[in-house]
């Protein structure tokens, strides 16, 4: 997908975790949102860290329903839903794709808006070396969820869980996500 509209993503999430800054008050909680430190005239050291910055912005991509994460996945649930293949067999490979990318999405989404929240409220920085990483990952997801889009076949829907797998399958908590949308949707 094409990003026709390039500049600082965000979305209604953003405002209050932004204003509780400029304000300098803290919730008891973790936001969806994020502080906007591009358009601050003096963010923390931590939020203006390039490395920081970065992430941030690929955090929006998979945390924004209108963003490339968020849309993809609908592209390609929509193209499955249509497919007229025996049984059904691409819709429920696409599906089973689109689980495997909703667990590692919020697997790395958790982490990074705890991360996000506090080099905001608390100055934690966020070594450059783990928001790169974050990062990789974060395009990864949007990537795959992107192939899923333009490609919605029962191959490319095994192309997406088998790397998505290689590069979180892994993770205990990703494979506990899982599991829990499979209890949650009585699919197993």
Known sequence: MENNNPGTWIDET??????????G???DYVPDG????????RPNHELDRPSTVRLASC??????SVAVFGA?????????????SSGDATYHVVVGALQWLEAARDYLAGAVKHQLTAAAFYGVAIPPFVAGGEAVAC???????????RSTT????HDVVWRVMDRFGGVRQVRAELASLRTTTGED
């Open 25 to 27: 008050l803290r919730d």
């Open 14 to 23: 953003d405002i209050q975790p932004t204003m509780m800054y400029l304000a």
């Open 154 to 157: 029962a191959a490319s829907a």
């Open 139 to 149: 395009g990864f997801l949007v990537e795959a969820a992107t192939v899923l889009a």
């Open 59 to 64: 955090y929006k991509q998979l945390d924004s």
């Open 34 to 41: 994020r502080v906007i430190s591009q358009i601050l005239s």
């Open 72 to 84: 993809s996945p609908l592209i390609a649930d929509t193209n499955a839903v249509e497919s007229s």
